[in-house]
């Protein structure tokens, strides 16, 4: 038996409601930029505007987009039965807006020596989805 193991057992998985647009916009080459005007509430364009700021060495602002990403994951996960833990499982598509900007935001805080966000956004990571974290790491 594991350490830490729940043994009432815990939340049930949040998944997210499917909204297709954005990742479809995205997926055809549409600038993210445009897709995050269009659909502001995306996690998904967001993490895109943090992973295409920090490839291009532009720590701070991927540190704004993904914060930006993560907070609008966090309102739709509350809106979708979300009380601050459980799994958000990174195989359901649609939480991987919020995952991933979840682990941008970990990257830059990191990258800019906030340890404390980047530890604090690593283990929030791992323990919404293991997958998540062993994929985008």
Request: contains cysteine.
């Amino acid at each position: 038996m594991a350490i830490h193991q729940n043994l009432l057992g815990g939340p049930p998985p949040t998944e997210l409601p499917d909204d297709p647009e954005p990742r479809e916009l995205l997926a055809s080459g549409a600038a993210p930029t445009d897709v995050a005007a269009k659909y502001p509430t995306s996690s998904l364009a967001w993490a895109q505007l943090a992973d295409d700021a920090f490839q291009a060495g532009r720590t701070v602002e991927s540190y704004a987009y993904a914060r930006t990403g993560y907070h609008r994951g966090l309102d739709a996960l509350r809106r979708a039965g979300w009380k601050g833990h459980g799994p958000v499982p990174f195989e359901h598509e649609p939480n991987r807006g919020f995952l991933r900007a979840l682990h941008a935001l970990a990257r830059a805080a990191q990258a800019i020596g906030e340890q404390e966000e980047y530890e604090r956004c690593s283990t929030f990571l791992r323990d919404s989805s293991p997958t998540a974290a062993d994929t985008l790491s």
